[in-house]
Nanobody, 132 residues
Framework: QLYIVESGGGLVQPGGSLRVSCATA????????IGWFRQVPGKEREGVSC????????????YYADSVKGRFTISRDSGSNMVYLQMNGLKAEDTAIYYC?????????????????????WGQGTQVTVSS
């Protein structure tokens, strides 16, 4: 049975740091692309960062949205079935609900496209609020 649960959200001041986590079970994390997405009420869900599935060159590539490059870092620990998003230099515009998602097929920069992920492979989200 699939288990995907985000945690670690909260209130942080501008310029601060936060690490959100995603605990998983029920599938082999090494065989899936990993995505972090965020959504603000009234706006579409957007890709923040992702690690693509292995492509024909056996590469697994990491991508970041331009708005978070240099500030956010995605990582995974396959041994503990955990995925992380380290967020530094947080800004008010980073305020959103953050979701992790997984897909066994997507390769390349398409891993930043939330439409590529099936509904069953999403967590419930964790709220991140950046405010003084």
């Amino acid at each position: 049975q699939l288990y995907i649960v985000e945690s670690g959200g909260g209130l942080v001041q501008p310029g601060g740091s936060l690490r959100v986590s995603c605990a998983t079970a029920g599938f082999d994390l090494d065989q899936y692309a990993i995505g972090w997405f965020r959504q603000v009420p009234g706006k579409e869900r957007e890709g923040v960062s992702c690690i693509s599935n292995i492509d024909r060159n056996s590469d697994r590539i990491t991508y970041y949205a331009d708005s978070v490059k240099g500030r956010f870092t995605i990582s995974r620990d396959s041994g503990s079935n955990m995925v992380y998003l380290q967020m530094n230099g947080l800004k008010a515009e980073d305020t959103a609900i953050y979701y992790c998602a997984f897909d066994p097929w997507v390769v390349g920069s398409e891993c930043l496209n939330p439409a590529r992920y099936e509904e069953d492979y999403w967590g419930q989200g964790t709220q991140v609020t950046v405010s003084s």
